[in-house]
């Protein structure tokens, strides 16, 4: 599943959820990157 893919590549990087986002170039917000993590 793609969250747990998500959340398994934040971790292995030791990003947070508004690490990843910044380093999205804020295309994709912490909030959303939080409901992807939850499958939401």
């Known amino acids: 599943m793609f ?3 998500l959340k398994l590549a934040r971790k292995r990087h ?3 959820l508004r690490n ?4 999205l170039a804020a295309l ?3 909030q959303a990157i939080g ?3 939850r499958g939401k």
């Open 14 to 16: 030791g990003l947070s």
């Open 28 to 30: 994709v917000s912490a």
């Open 20 to 23: 990843l986002s910044s380093r």
């Open 3 to 5: 969250s747990e893919r």
């Open 35 to 37: 409901k992807y993590k």
